[in-house]
T-cell receptor
Framework: GAVVSQHPSRVICKSGTSVKIECRSL??????MFWYRQFPKQSLMLMAT?????????EQGVEKDKFLINHASLTLSTLTVTSAHPEDSSFYIC???????????FGSGTRLTVV | GNSVTQMEGPVTLSEEAFLTINCTYT??????LFWYVQYPGEGLQLLLK?????DKGSNKGFEATYRKETTSFHLEKGSVQVSDSAVYFC??????????FGAGTTVTVRA
């Protein structure tokens, strides 16, 4: 079945530094990748949608300069949290939409802690 | 607007009990509907889906039927196990291929 690899699974960083999270579709080409944020005991909040080779589309209220998304190929998208602050601590999940079948596959998530 | 309303938890059950999690949606047209499951510390896994009215999705003993009359997609399982303890999300797809999720329902099954 379709597999999406997301890493790192956990990262701790200092305030002011930047962190990059990778999301890779292993056995299919992803037309579109989605980035979500999940707070404890809450649902997933869509942050942005990225299409290969074009700029990401951000949801209202999400700072595009803070959450940089790059979708350089049909199998890789990255989310960079720039100048991280403790309030950016959260669980970040990516999802990839299969170019052919249209199904959605989720990564295993990244737990970011900013200290 | 397009949204998903899901029964709030948490839900605590004994093994072999019957589980129902209610989900209703608002939408124009007939969007595809999904149930996802999230185990502790993990991402989401697709549990089942239905793409048109009256479809029944099923997997691992779970079932949900797409009811256009009541705009519902309730999740059911006749006999739960401890391993079913997780958070369950109802979701629908929008015209721009984005998934909208319900708030999630935490289910705990006790032996």
């Amino acid at each position: 079945g379709a597999v999406v690899s997301q890493h790192p699974s956990r990262v701790i960083c200092k305030s002011g530094t930047s962190v990059k999270i990778e999301c890779r579709s292993l056995d299919f080409q992803a037309t579109t990748m989605f980035w979500y944020r999940q707070f404890p005991k809450q649902s997933l909040m869509l942050m942005a949608t990225s299409n290969e080779g074009s700029k990401a589309t951000y949801e209202q209220g999400v700072e595009k300069d803070k959450f940089l998304i790059n979708h350089a190929s049909l199998t890789l998208s990255t989310l960079t949290v720039t100048s991280a602050h403790p309030e950016d601590s959260s669980f970040y999940i990516c999802s990839a939409r299969d170019r052919q079948g249209g199904g959605y596959t989720f990564g295993s998530g990244t737990r970011l802690t900013v200290v | 607007g397009n949204s998903v309303t899901q029964m709030e938890g948490p839900v605590t059950l004994s093994e072999e009990a019957f589980l129902t999690i209610n989900c209703t949606y608002t939408a124009t047209g007939y969007p595809s509907l999904f149930w996802y499951v999230q185990y502790p510390g993990e991402g989401l896994q697709l549990l089942l889906k239905a793409t048109k009215a009256d479809d029944k999705g099923s997997n691992k003993g779970f079932e949900a039927t797409y009811r256009k009359e009541t705009t519902s997609f309730h999740l059911e399982k006749g006999s739960v196990q401890v391993s079913d303890s997780a958070v369950y999300f109802c979701a629908r797809i929008s015209n721009d291929y984005k998934l909208s999720f319900g708030a999630g329902t935490t289910v705990t099954v006790r032996a």
